[in-house]
């Protein structure tokens, strides 16, 4: 009997599997790193070296804050994101997108503001085409 020729499964499509709990997910992303790293730098990760490194560098150091940004605006879009949730992103460099997350209260707020403030940017704008 032939072999199923079913479609195999990214690294990315592993980690993000439904039903997992937050921190699973985060133990696995972690794992898929320290892979990605050996590969790239010839050995194994070590405490103190970036999880997240820059791919385009050749000794290992964090990936850099600018690129981080604008590749999760970009996932965000390709995503469909609501835009006030980007512009919100932009503001504060949070990503709060469920009301369980626990965070401070005053990040909480920012996060808030930056929304309430994408709406009344969105009026005003509305107001001047009319």
């Known amino acids: 009997m032939p072999k199923s020729r079913g479609h195999k499964r990214s690294k990315q499509q592993k980690i993000w599997q439904e039903g997992l709990s937050p921190n699973e997910i985060v133990r696995r ?8 790293f050996k590969e790239k730098f010839g ?25 981080m940004r604008r590749m999760v605006i970009e996932v ?3 995503a469909k994101t609501p835009p006030e949730f ?10 709060l997108l469920v ?9 909480r707020k ?8 994408y709406f009344a940017l969105e ?4 107001a001047q085409r009319s």
């Not at 980007?86 to 990503?95: E, P, R, S």
């Not at 009301?99 to 990040?107: G, I, L």
């Not at 920012?110 to 403030?117: L, M, P, R, T, Y």
């Open 43 to 67: 050995r194994e990760w070590q405490p103190g070296d970036p999880i997240f490194f820059d791919p385009d560098s050749d000794v290992p150091k964090p990936y850099p804050i600018d690129k």
């Open 123 to 126: 009026r005003k704008a509305k």
């Open 99 to 107: 009301e369980e997350v626990e965070v401070p209260a005053d990040r």
């Open 76 to 78: 965000m879009q390709m």
């Open 110 to 117: 920012e996060w808030n503001d930056a929304i309430a403030e």
């Open 86 to 95: 980007i512009y919100a992103f932009m503001k504060t460099d949070m990503l």
């Open 29 to 36: 992303a972690q794992l898929w790193q320290q892979e990605a």
